[in-house]
């Protein structure tokens, strides 16, 4: 069996309400899907967490990484990764390269799965869980002119909805973080865990201030307190204020995690599958994340194929430490307004805020590409001809 097509697929939807967090506002919602199908037809889906305008994904996954993976074994999946690294080393150690192969890498482990007829969580190495607790992703700056209130009442509607688990977005300065952190505590009561984020809108005097005094309200963790490129700051801040440091959806490969987890930078580390590598890379990370004593639990901000990918993943994750009852992973919920996400793929099955890991094989993801046809924005087909074509080197 060869891969014999890759697909990249660029959505982009509006959205009735702008949001916004520490770094800009959201005025559209984008989406990139990978689809790699192989001579007899088969084909898995994976999605690339695409922070920039998604069109440009099919030029890099058509000329940088399309040439590594056509007319191979899919299930080589992991001697293409290394191929496919080793040869963009010069150019593409962290960024767009590897969110581009991330998506392949995801897109071939459904396709094993589907091969092979086994969940990916199997292949990963088993299901130590069958449903994950989920917590909501949402609590973002919107535009009113009473925030706290604002942010109060969704945060009451996701508590209706069954959620045990919240993350509030920070990194608007002291007194404003504070005054909606207050709000939102008192609106959801003290038994619904919070988390907060501040997307590294903080340096680490700031970062720790905040820490200090945000610590009272009872916070399950501190995310991208400082920017990800500074790990000494981590270091610092987790030392320098009680509540546990979160840190890694803007980290990339074994690498950039190991040097992470080295500077003793967080508690739990929060790869993107979407964005650091894929499955595979993940799949490393998360066993080095075990060594270093941290726990893992993925960054989620995408379609149902992007969940579906981290539920596979959460369902296999090691025990930290490994125990009789050790603190179980959750899977981030994202429940901004998200169009695509809405339209292009069926939801996995949920009773909140439990949400099962599909049993399917693969990543066990229904595709709905008709429903979400009107946000499609590019669609760039690479085939092995075309590869052959504009080939400048060769193995
Ligand atoms: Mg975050």
Redesign the pocket.
């Known amino acids: 069996m060869r891969i014999e097509r890759i697909e990249t697929l660029a959505y982009q939807a509006p959205i009735d309400q702008p949001f916004g967090f520490s770094q800009w506002w959201f005025t559209k919602r984008s989406a990139l899907l990978v689809r790699v199908v192989t001579d007899d037809g088969t084909e898995g889906w994976g999605e690339v967490f695409a922070h920039v305008e998604p069109t440009v994904y099919g030029a890099v996954i058509g000329k940088a990484l399309a040439p590594v993976y056509m007319g191979a074994n899919p299930l080589d999946a992991g001697v293409l990764w290394d191929r496919a690294y080793n040869r963009s080393r010069p150019y593409g150690q962290k960024g767009m390269i590897i969110n581009a192969l991330s998506g392949i890498d995801i897109a071939l482990w459904d396709l094993n799965g589907k091969i092979l007829g086994q969940p990916v969580s199997q292949l990963l190495g088993g299901r130590r869980r069958e449903r994950i607790e989920s917590y909501a992703?949402g609590l973002y700056r919107t535009e009113t002119d009473d925030l706290p209130g604002a942010l109060a009442a969704e945060a009451r509607g996701y508590a209706e909805q069954g959620f045990t688990a919240m993350?509030l977005k920070i990194g608007y300065g002291f007194d404003i973080d504070m005054e909606n952190l207050r709000a939102v505590r008192a609106a959801i009561g003290p038994s619904i865990r919070l988390a907060l984020?501040a997307?590294h809108g903080y340096d680490v005097p700031d970062a720790v201030r905040l820490g200090r005094a945000a610590a009272e309200y009872d916070i399950l963790w501190y995310?991208?307190p400082v920017v990800a490129e500074d790990k000494a700051g981590y270091a610092e801040v987790r030392a320098r204020q009680p509540i546990p440091v979160?840190g890694g959806?803007e980290e990339f490969t074994r690498y950039g995690f190991r040097d992470l987890f080295e500077a003793r930078g967080v508690d739990l580390a929060?790869p993107d599958l979407g964005g650091m590598g894929g499955l595979s890379e993940a799949r490393i990370v998360a066993t080095m994340a075990s060594a270093f004593g941290v726990r893992c639990q993925p960054?989620v901000?995408g379609t149902p194929v992007a969940l579906a990918a981290s539920l596979h993943f959460l369902s296999w994750l090691p025990d930290v430490p490994g125990s009789a009852t050790p603190t179980q992973p959750m899977l981030?919920y994202d429940r901004s307004l998200h169009p695509i996400r809405d339209s292009v793929a069926v939801a996995p099955e949920k009773s909140l805020p439990w949400v099962d890991v599909p049993d399917g094989p693969g990543l066990g993801v229904e595709m709905r590409l008709d429903a979400a046809e009107q946000y499609l924005v590019d669609r760039t087909v690479i085939t092995a001809a075309d590869v052959r074509a504009a080939a400048s080197t060769r193995e």
């Open positions: 992703t993350k984020d997307n995310e991208e979160a959806e929060q960054h901000w981030e």
